[in-house]
């Protein structure tokens, strides 16, 4: 560091004195900084605003820090507030420590622990519009922040900040927050004012950025998790949110049943005292319409707050009812449902209807988060020396049906995935092991190598529940009655999804074991060889991407019709042999390292039937309706290097052609029916991620309550309405009889029932929820893998089925041809979660390869790429991409 001159020391003391004295009350307000209010209708201040007032505040008052936490996905700074009492700053290593070493209570005595709760600061985490469209918490945290550092509090502010140490994070989700903001702005003041976008506001993940938060995909969620697990080891957490217009005004917890039993039940005492309270401020402060108890469950669902629970820390959520963006809205007290109208003990004071604004929303979530730092400071010692308890209650208390362990064997399909899977558990705080030696555990061999999850460690719930195949609970809105959805998920089991191998491990066994430092990768070999074939095996993920970064390069490539004897192993039917040429040579090193992944050689095909693979041109369908799952294809595509491009409604239609306006007189002459337009010059695959079909065609959804909720969605500009239409369809069909390949995902596959003529239809389309019913669980398959779509899956595979099909095939007319490459059991369908009438899917098709000409059609009912989390069923898109030429 520099010296500073004398004079200027002079100057800064003199400073720090005035501002000591109250003298220099230098903090600008928000509303001076913005030119508006804070919640003013219809005005917002974007991320770039937001991200400058607080930089300015952390300059202005030495009670604030501004640290970055990491990058987010289009590469905007993410910031974080540190605000705390100016004598915490400069401790602020020690604080974080403290909490830290409370968390992890190996080798801390009770009164060790009481000594150190007693001297640490409690950490309060307030994350902000994860949901980049729900605007008014990121508005807020910049009136939050002024508030706490110039008193503007119903409490003693400066004497608060001196227990606590508040981390606001005022946007999760900056590139969202400045495209809602932007579109907002373009609109405001039309008939498209407050509308929602026609793209996601997450560039990847859009709603679904709060469903990521076991598996990391996405920078923003890495940065928070970093935050939470990593550095700073807050006991408080609340992540700030907006829900449905004309409920309840406000949502805090406590949440509703069904509880993950894996919670410690501290968790839930502490997130109900902060709730409480948060309720109590509420009204005496005169705000009503404060529901708790309903709607979010306490079943880990992958959210951001209900992460936190997994990690013995108090996670909660505030859900305020929306306006439009930033445009008010009037609420008839007629449009209130019955359950928001009458008192209950979990709603008792009613909201009577009327105007709702940006600034009643402020207001609330103002009031509620001081409530919470009033909490937090209350509660300080407390609340360090619970996360001392409950970690105690980890790490020695067995809790009912707790197994002693999770073995993930060395020996596993794909190995790649499996090291990912070690990663991710890692980054998200699980201790692992690994054994020096082999061993036997409930009576299974593991080899050494083998890894091993101790059940028993500080953060486990969290390991637990990622690991275990969930069970949730057979709920009835009557005895006999319809199932009660769960909120979102029901099971997310990680080796199922990613096709895993892991055995849960009920008694103690005998194991030299060490702890993992760090994720342990192969050493890459690459293949010595100069002629012949390198090959790729189709049973990791890994092979089909570095068979893209080499088809790029030009690389020839076929796939082997069976298995591949190779030297001490048998590579699965369908692995790649790419011609060893010095090209390939060169560039196999470095991609076989960055994909953790190994080869073998063939000095010759050795007569092997195969077929050749070409670089395949990909489109992938974008609506105009910010499709999440359409997200997760192009994340998973990006992840793997597999080029794209997008293709929207008007690419499905021959240029010049122009829709007609509504209400355009038809033309005395009915034109010439239009040549469909020539896909098949442009792409090779075109693939549908899971989409409504009728959305796809028209750009309308179906169902009941498409009425009710454009009520509060309003409408958008005319270029983004409508779908792919009838000569969209008319485009698809020519483009398969040329040879080009449709994949449907899931709920698109409706699109090759109906329109493109496959010989299916979906058994579930007029089954109602009494019979049938599964809300995101982990089914079981059986699975052709002899067959191109099935190529290096295993015989039985576990997948993510969710709004999914389950089909019914029959003998198809001329010119077609279908294989039923994967389909569900007979019996024991459920791996992970909730199934009723498991019947009506029993030995239906779950994946159907059809051929019609010279194309073909593949329809791939489950979800394949469940947001980025279902490796185990990649394979089955990744092979229709890489589909074996025809001889
Ligand atoms: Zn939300």
């Known amino acids: 560091m520099r010296r500073l001159p004398a004079l200027m020391t002079v100057v800064l003391t003199v400073l720090a004195l005035c501002s000591a004295a109250g003298l220099l009350s230098a903090q600008t307000p928000p509303e001076k900084f913005l030119g508006f209010k804070v919640g003013t209708d219809r005005k917002l201040a974007d991320y770039s605003q937001i991200q400058a007032y607080f930089e300015k505040l952390g300059q202005e008052s030495p009670k604030v820090k ?80 002024y508030d706490l550092v110039t008193g503007k509090t119903p409490f003693d502010a400066d004497a608060v900040l001196k227990d606590v140490i508040v981390l606001l994070v005022p946007s ?71 829900q449905g217009s004309n409920g309840g005004r406000l949502f805090i917890p406590p949440f509703m049943d069904p509880p993950l039993p894996n919670i410690q039940p501290m968790v839930w005492r502490e997130v109900n005292l902060c709730g409480t309270n948060m309720a109590y401020d509420l009204q005496k402060n ?44 009037y609420i008839e007290p007629t449009e209130l449902p019955t359950s928001f109208v009458e008192k209950r003990m979990d709603f008792v004071d009613p909201w009577p209807g009327g105007w709702w604004r940006l600034r009643d929303i402020v207001d609330y979530e103002l009031t509620l988060t001081k409530s919470l730092v009033k909490t937090a400071a209350l509660y300080r010692s407390d609340l360090l020396y619970a996360s001392y308890l409950m970690s105690k209650t980890s790490v020695e208390k067995t809790q009912t049906g707790q197994p002693h362990a999770f073995v993930i064997s060395a020996e596993q399909a794909d190995y790649p995935t499996t090291l990912k899977m070690l990663e991710v558990l890692r980054f998200g705080g699980v ?36 690991l275990e195949k969930q069970k949730y609970p057979d709920m009835r809105e009557y005895p006999g009655g319809p199932p009660v959805p769960p909120y979102d998920n029901a099971a997310w089991t990680l080796p199922l999804q990613m096709g895993v191998s ?12 060490v702890k993992l430092e760090a994720v342990p990768y192969p050493a890459v070999q690459a293949p010595a060889a100069s002629e012949g074939f390198v090959v790729l095996d189709s049973r990791a993920n890994a092979s089909y991407a570095i068979v893209f970064a080499l088809l790029k390069d030009k690389a020839e490539v076929y796939r082997s019709k069976g298995p591949v004897t190779l030297q001490g192993a048998t590579a699965a039917p369908g692995s790649f042999l790419v011609k060893n040429t010095a090209g390939v040579r060169k560039a196999l090193p470095a991609l076989l390292e960055k994909w953790h992944s190994s080869a073998g050689v ?99 959804r179906g169902g009941p309550n498409a009425a009710r909720f454009s009520r509060f969605m309003g409408s958008m500009p005319p270029e983004y309405e409508g779908g792919i239409g009838d000569e969209g369809v008319a485009a698809l069909k020519s483009f398969v009889e040329e040879g080009g390949i449709v994949v449907t995902l899931n709920a698109a596959c409706g699109l090759g029932f109906g329109d493109l003529g496959v010989p299916a239809r979906n058994a579930l389309e007029r089954v109602d929820r009494t019979k049938f019913f599964c809300p995101t669980s982990i089914l079981k398959l059986t699975v052709d893998n002899t067959t191109p779509i099935g190529y290096g899956m295993p015989e039985e595979a576990a997948a993510v089925f969710a709004g999914s099909v389950a089909m019914d095939t029959w003998t198809p007319p001329f010119d077609w041809d279908r294989k039923v490459v994967a389909s569900f059991p007979e019996d024991d369908i459920l791996l992970s979660g909730w199934l009723l009438g498991g ?33 185990g069923t990649y394979k089955f898109f990744l092979n229709a991409l890489l589909y074996p030429e025809a001889k």
């Not at 605000?83 to 009770?110: C, F, H, Q, W």
């Not at 923003?220 to 935050?227: D, G, I, L, P």
């Not at 505030?318 to 809205?329: D, G, L, N």
């Not at 009915?670 to 009728?694: G, M, N, R, T």
Request: aromatic share 10%; charged share 25%; proline share 4%.
């Open 839 to 871: 019947d009506a899917i029993a030995r239906k098709a779950a994946v159907v390869d059809t051929s019609y000409k010279k194309g073909r059609i593949i329809l791939i009912g489950i979800r394949s790429q469940h947001r980025a989390e279902s490796y």
């Open 602 to 700: 063939l000095s010759s095909d050795q007569g092997l039937e195969k077929a050749a693979v070409k670089n395949p041109r990909i489109a992938i369908y974008q609506s105009w309706r910010s499709n999440m799952d359409e997200g997760w294809t192009r994340y998973v595509f990006d992840d793997m290097g597999i080029p794209f491009t997008i293709l929207h409604n008007a690419d499905f239609k021959a240029p010049g052609e122009k829709t007609a306006a509504k209400g355009a007189k038809p033309a005395a002459k009915p034109a010439a029916k239009p040549k469909p337009v020539d896909l098949k010059a442009k792409f090779d695959v075109i693939l549908f991620a899971s989409e409504d079909a009728e959305l796809i065609k028209t750009g309308r």
């Open 502 to 513: 892991c055995d849960e491990i009920e008694r103690p066994f005998e194991a030299d074991l």
């Open 431 to 466: 201790e692992i092991h690994r054994s020096k030696a082999s061993f036997v555990a409930d009576g299974r061999y593991y080899p050494a190598g083998s890894f091993v999850v101790l059940v028993a460690q500080p953060y486990k719930a969290y390991a637990w529940a990622l």
């Open 66 to 145: 501004i640290v970055d936490i990491g990058k987010s996905t289009l590469g905007k700074t993410m910031i974080m507030a540190v605000i705390t009492a100016e004598e915490n700053m400069a401790k602020l290593d020690t604080y974080r420590d403290v909490a830290r070493r409370l968390k992890d209570s190996r080798g801390l005595s009770p009164d060790e622990a009481r000594k150190l709760a007693a001297e640490g600061k409690s950490i309060l985490l307030i994350t902000c519009s994860l949901h980049a469209s729900e605007v008014a918490a990121s508005q807020m945290s910049m009136e939050l922040a």
């Open 286 to 329: 005169g705000f009503t319409g404060v529901v708790n108890g309903r709607s979010y469950t306490a079943w880990w669902i992958g959210a951001c707050d209900d992460t936190s629970w997994l990690h013995n820390t108090i996670g909660l959520l505030s859900e305020a009812a929306s306006v439009r963006i930033a445009t008010p809205i």
């Open 172 to 242: 999760h989700n900056p590139d969202g927050n400045q495209m809602v903001v932007d579109w907002y702005r373009k609109y405001v003041g039309t008939k498209y004012e407050g509308g929602s976008m026609p793209w996601l506001y997450h560039v990847y993940a859009g709603h679904d950025n709060n469903r990521d938060w076991f598996m990391f995909n996405l920078l923003e969620t890495q940065a928070v998790t970093k935050v939470l697990y990593q550095d700073w080891f807050p006991q408080v957490h609340i992540d700030e949110h907006q």
